[in-house]
């Protein structure tokens, strides 16, 4: 939960307060069009997060120095490719810059990621699901992908995809992307990961969803190392409220690294014999192996109800462990969805696979807001003073 304090012109003003409060978990404390009164303001009581309009920079350039030296974190909101607008961005050291242009779709996530959360809480961690199979080709970034962003949908919260099929990653292509920075850059001639580099490498691609892409070809893998998997997810989660990985099938060190930090591993499985005999091998090494709680693993079944003479009822039997999430065949819509570049839940939102997936991501999140209700923190002195309801945390 964090604080914001908005100095911006009066025609956008109402507009962006109200867009302010209904992010999740910020608290708007003030709003003005004259900067010099919003600094004082902020002076009495800092604000978690200042966001300043630039037509406002523009205008009180005597401001600057003071601007500069504030405690608290500054973002501007300023029309893109404005060369004037980003030297004065710089000049009074803002932490960030929200494009006039998406502004609407930038707001939540890039004031939750430089926001000094309130004193005396901490930020909730984000939830940590792994998706892995035994298997290849049974649906795991077609899952990931699209959880990703049923998940945004639903929870309104920042979610990260992280590529972990090191070799042959498909993540980015499936979202129509190309990016310049891949894990393999961020881990590369380094042991401890920089989160800078990290916030750079992590790139935006639908409505609060982002990725940090595979490496570009199998030879990089090499580089990639468990331990600096463990502290890009110990950051992540730090910042978005679900981060997805996506694996290759095995027990590598990297995997085994991902399982033993998730939450949650979402273990897909289709009816068909040859897989399931070795979903069997992979839960008997979860369970009898790495003595993970029964409740970490969840078997999802994609491709049920196909006409392979496996049935369901047997599955959970042979398995001994229930179906957590039916997923069904989709004809050639995930395909399509794939060679387009545009992932399924975008472009065939009512297609069967993309519903049952967003009814999949309401559980979980349904779920996820639970456990957190469970544990009732405690009262802050600002909620105290405000009479608000705490917030709970883990
Ligand atoms: N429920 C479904 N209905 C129809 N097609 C599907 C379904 N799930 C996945 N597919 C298709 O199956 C193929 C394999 O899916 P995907 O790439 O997601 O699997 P994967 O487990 O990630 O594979 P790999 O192990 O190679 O990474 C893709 O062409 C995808 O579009
Ligand atoms: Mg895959």
């Not at 404005?82 to 242009?101: E, G, P, Q």
């Not at 997936?357 to 957190?372: C, F, H, K, Y």
Request: hydrophobic content about 45%.
């Amino acid at each position: 939960m964090f604080t914001v304090y908005v100095a911006c012109h009066d025609e956008l003003r109402t507009e962006l307060t109200v867009a302010v409060k209904n992010i999740p978990g910020v608290i708007l404390n003030g709003s003005s069009a004259d900067l010099r009164e919003s600094l004082e303001e902020c002076a009495a009581e800092a604000p978690g997060v200042f966001l300043v309009d630039d037509t406002l920079l523009a205008q009180n350039v005597g401001l600057f120095e003071k601007l500069a030296a504030v405690p608290y974190p500054v973002v501007v909101l300023a029309p893109s490719a404005d060369a004037a607008a980003a030297r004065r961005a710089l000049a009074i050291r803002a932490k960030d810059f929200i494009s006039l242009d998406s502004w609407a779709e930038d707001l939540g996530p890039i004031l939750s990621r430089v926001a000094v959360p309130i004193q005396g809480e901490t930020r909730q961690d984000g939830r940590v699901l792994v998706v892995f199979s035994s298997k290849g080709g049974v649906g795991k970034t077609t899952l990931s992908v699209n959880l990703a962003i049923a998940l945004a949908k639903t929870s309104r919260q920042p979610v990260v995809i992280m590529d972990l099929d090191i070799q042959f990653g498909d993540v980015a292509p499936m979202v129509g992307d190309a990016p310049l920075v891949t894990l393999f850059d961020l881990v590369k001639g380094t042991a401890a990961v920089d989160s800078d580099m990290l916030k750079r490498a992590v790139k935006r691609v639908a409505n609060n969803v982002y990725i940090l892409a595979a490496p570009d070809n199998p030879e990089e893998a090499d580089d990639v190392h468990a331990d600096q998997v463990v502290q890009i997810l110990h950051l992540l989660r730090e910042t978005y409220a679900y981060v997805i990985v996506d694996t290759a099938p095995g027990y590598t060190d990297i995997n085994v690294a991902a399982f033993d930090f998730a939450d949650t591993i979402l273990t897909v499985c289709t009816p068909d014999v040859v897989t399931l005999r070795t979903i069997g091998q992979a839960l008997q090494v979860f369970y009898d192996g790495f003595h993970y709680p029964k409740d970490k693993v969840r078997i999802v079944l994609n491709r049920s109800g196909s006409k392979t003479g496996v049935e369901t009822t047997d599955i959970a039997q042979v398995l001994q462990t229930p179906i957590a999430f039916q997923l069904p065949s989709d004809g050639a819509f995930p395909v399509r969805a794939a060679n387009e570049g545009h992932p399924l839940l975008l472009q065939f939102p009512d297609s069967s696979l993309s519903r049952t997936i967003q009814s999949m991501a309401n559980d979980l999140v349904r779920e996820t807001e639970g456990r957190i209700r469970k544990n009732p923190a405690k009262r802050t002195l600002l909620a105290r003073l405000t009479g608000r309801k705490p917030k709970e945390v883990q």
